[in-house]
């Protein structure tokens, strides 16, 4: 899947269902999840034209060593404490 200046590199990225501690539920399509700082982040692998490092506000959570211009970029971040539950669907 291509997007701007970005190949997302997963064949399909998985869906998340989110809940909020206020009951709302948002649906994240992303590679993965982790839980970093306090926040619940998911992310995808994606290619890029040009270093990352030329982009203002990318969260990179992850690099490839053998290809520069691969990473894993955050596509939805939410403070853990504002997340009841989240699973794949």
Do not use: K
């Not at 490092?53 to 053998?66: A, C, K, Q, R, S």
Request: charged residues 25%; negative net charge; hydrophobic residues 45%.
């Amino acid at each position: 899947m291509e997007s701007g200046l970005a190949e997302w590199r997963s064949t399909e990225p998985s869906a998340w269902r989110v809940t909020l501690t206020s009951g709302s539920v948002v649906e994240v399509w992303a590679d993965g999840v982790q839980e970093l700082d306090e926040h619940v982040v998911f992310s995808s692998l994606v290619d890029v034209e040009r270093r990352p490092e030329d982009w203002v506000g990318i969260l990179i959570m992850g690099e490839t060593p053998t290809n520069p211009l691969r990473f894993l970029a955050a596509v939805a971040r939410f403070p853990r404490h504002e997340v009841a539950d989240f699973s794949s669907i």
